[in-house]
């Protein structure tokens, strides 16, 4: 690899100083780097994938997993893999630290790398029958409250067969990816991010018996919103990857599948998952 592009969080990196110094450590190698516009947009990215320049071959992304993820999205769609540089606290997406960046970076200047494929999932919301929403998640995708102590009601189809009625603060669809974010807070298990499959995890469900499932990669899953008597529907909501809060009232569907893109990222040392596991969480 010797073109790059580097996505940065201005709040971790400030004045670009760092993203700067990784520009000269690549053009001293005789490669090529652009820094990209990182302004954060309503949607919650922090660049315009569209800007970024042809023939780029790695995107390097200066922050923690919150701005990988807002960058996944739009870089799977050009199939530009990512290389994560932590510069904020859990840094489980990374592929490596700020301490150790500068000998990863000559890693991938010598193209001594392996790259992950990450399953994505699609997002579709449809409102009184019409499409009023598409989007594609790395981590998860949740429906939840935002009241105070109030419940929503949802609904769970896998392949239009009923599930569940999950009373509670929602529900979230992650991917084996995302498994240690939202699903893990909310009581999911943790799976091998080389797995396909989906998650199905109820968020503080007000049942005992309310469990979460574990199904196929292929299967399509209907979330439904219900009213409810002790629900009101302007406060559940649906994000992608915690971005932008998507609105839902009484009626409204969402529909989660496996997303036709696959997230690419890169990494530099020779890790097990579980390695990763016991240093970070």
Same mark, same amino acid.
């Given at each position: ?172 669809? /992650? +991917?084996?990816? @995302?498994?240690? $974010?939202?699903? *893990?807070? =909310? !009581? ?6 080389? &797995? ?41 909501? /649906? +994000?992608?990857? @915690?971005?932008? $809060?998507?609105? *839902?009232? =009484? !009626? ?6 496996? &997303? ?22």
């Amino acid at each position: 690899m010797d073109r790059f592009c580097i996505i940065a969080n201005r709040e971790k990196d400030k004045g670009l100083a760092f993203a700067n110094e990784i520009v000269r450590r690549i053009e001293a190698r005789n490669g090529c780097c652009t820094v990209m516009a990182d302004a954060c947009r309503e949607d919650g990215s922090f660049t315009e994938t569209a800007q970024i320049p042809e023939g780029t071959q790695c995107a390097i992304v200066l922050g923690g997993d919150g701005t990988i993820l807002r960058a996944a999205a739009g870089l799977a769609k050009k199939e530009i893999p990512i290389f994560g540089i932590n510069l904020g606290t859990l840094g489980f997406l990374a592929g490596t630290e700020r301490q150790d960046a500068f000998p990863a970076i000559d890693r991938l200047l010598a193209d001594d790398i392996r790259i992950e494929e990450r399953m994505m999932l699609e997002a579709k919301i449809y409102s009184d029958g019409k499409k009023i929403y598409e989007g594609e998640a790395l981590n998860d995708v949740v429906v939840t409250r935002s009241g105070f102590s109030r419940l929503i009601c949802a609904e769970v189809y896998v392949n239009n067969e009923l599930l569940c009625e999950y009373r509670g603060d929602g529900v979230v669809a /992650a +991917t084996p990816t @995302g498994s240690t $974010g939202y699903n *893990l807070s =909310a !009581g999911g298990p943790i799976v091998m991010p080389s &797995a396909n499959l989906v998650l199905i995890t109820p968020i503080c469900p007000h049942s005992m018996s309310a469990k979460g499932i574990v199904i196929s990669a292929d299967d399509e899953v209907l979330i439904l919103v219900k009213e409810s008597k002790k629900t009101q529907e302007e406060e559940a909501f /649906a +994000t992608l990857d @915690g971005k932008e $809060g998507i609105r *839902l009232h =009484a !009626g409204d569907r969402l529909s989660v599948r496996r &997303a036709k893109t696959a997230a690419r990222l890169v990494r530099v040392k020779d890790r097990s998952f579980f390695d990763i596991l016991r240093t970070k969480l």
